[in-house]
């Protein structure tokens, strides 16, 4: 009788430690329809996409983010294409476009087919001139200069405004001074602490501040209507993450002086 007890605690104790499965996602609306057309096999942690003018998917694969010495992947980011192959209307070819970068974080598709990268440090425009899907020439358009190398608190998000500039977004970066230098040389300077959204033209000239106050933005997106919409990463502990709709000249009452606690009274309201 004793060993009967003893093995269902082992196995009710086994169950009770075994994480739950999550559930499968879904949408909420019954208008649209949720497929999965790539999966563990394909790809290695995706964090940021975009969709180019022929209906290919290019998508950031992360290898350099906080990569600890046992680990076997790549040795580099890179940037993974999916097709049509046949022109049968569905997704079915993996192909590399870009390869070879460190700390990268989203993505953009732009019409004339040339794509926008932004890694922690830089925003490149690539360009594939002879079509064969594969990226040949790249160009820098925006360029951080700072002490700090934490791979998610610096650049990271990007989006088309309606009129026709980039919003690019800049993270804490631990406070540390930096500098922001744009290719035609504009270039905006901070003694630390002042993160928010930026304005560049899609050539990289004209920079200018377009608002503040957030903690990491990663991700950027501009509606039809011309509202822009950001995610913003919560500081530490709290308060949570937030989605803010971004305005010229916004500021959303973060600051790293403020402290990592989400307490400070200028910003935990």
Request: with cysteine; proline share 4%.
């Amino acid at each position: 009788m004793q060993l009967k007890l003893t093995l269902l605690s082992l196995a009710i104790a086994t169950l009770l430690c075994e994480p739950a499965l999550p559930a499968p996602p879904q949408v909420a609306d019954s208008k649209y329809q949720l497929e999965q057309i790539a999966g563990d096999q394909d790809i290695v942690t995706p964090i940021g996409v975009t969709i180019d003018r022929k209906g290919r998917l290019l998508v950031v694969e992360s290898h350099t983010h906080l990569r600890e010495a046992s680990y076997k992947g790549r040795d580099s980011d890179r940037i993974l294409m999916l097709s049509d192959s046949d022109g049968d209307g569905q997704l079915d070819k993996w192909s590399t476009f870009a390869d070879g970068f460190r700390h990268a974080m989203n993505v953009l598709a732009r019409d004339d087919g040339a794509v926008y990268l932004v890694t922690r440090h830089n925003v490149v425009l690539l360009r594939d001139s002879d079509g064969d899907g594969v990226a040949d020439k790249q160009e820098e358009l925006l360029r951080l200069e700072t002490k700090d190398d934490y791979p998610h608190n610096a650049l990271g998000g990007i989006a088309l405004n309606t009129d026709g500039t980039l919003i690019v977004s800049l993270g804490e970066n631990h406070g540390e001074a930096y500098k922001l230098i744009a290719a035609d040389g504009s270039r905006i300077e901070s003694g630390g602490g002042e993160d928010g959204f930026y304005s560049i033209t899609q050539d990289g000239k004209n920079l200018h501040r377009f608002a503040r106050g957030v903690w990491n933005p990663f991700s950027v997106c501009v509606l039809n209507d011309g509202r822009i919409f950001a995610v913003d990463n919560d500081p530490d502990a709290s308060p949570p993450c937030r989605l803010l709709h971004v305005v010229p000249g916004g500021d959303y009452g973060y600051l790293y002086q403020y402290g990592r606690a989400g307490t400070h009274p200028l910003q935990c309201w």
